[in-house]
Each structure stands twice: as structure tokens, then as C-alpha cells.
């Protein structure tokens, strides 16, 4: 994943919170959240 602003390469946080990665920038410190992709299911 890459920052909006700087284009910099995110660093992953080690926990999860509320099913999301967290992922932070190394260069401007900035935090985003990833969410996890669920699957749909098949009816």
C-alpha cells in the first residue's frame, strides 16, 4: 500500500483493529486503515 500524499511505501502496523490493517507512512507519519475484503456468498 502506498501514501495518498507522498507516494511512499506504507509500513504495516503488527495489530488489527476492528477487522482492519492498519497502516502507517513512514515518511508523514500518516495512518490508514484497510479493511478486510469479504468474501460474498454464494446463495
Same mark, same amino acid.
Given at each position: 500500500?502506498?501514501?495518498?500524499?507522498?507516494?511512499?511505501?506504507? =509500513?504495516? !502496523?503488527? #495489530?488489527?483493529?476492528? @477487522?482492519?490493517?492498519?497502516?502507517?507512512?513512514?515518511?508523514?507519519?500518516? =495512518?490508514? !486503515?484497510? #479493511?478486510?475484503?469479504? @468474501?460474498?456468498?454464494?446463495?
Amino acid at each position: 500500500m502506498y501514501c495518498d500524499k507522498c507516494k511512499a511505501k506504507m =509500513v504495516e !502496523m503488527g #495489530r488489527s483493529y476492528h @477487522k482492519q490493517r492498519k497502516w502507517i507512512c513512514p515518511r508523514c507519519r500518516r =495512518v490508514r !486503515m484497510q #479493511r478486510q475484503r469479504t @468474501k460474498p456468498k454464494n446463495r
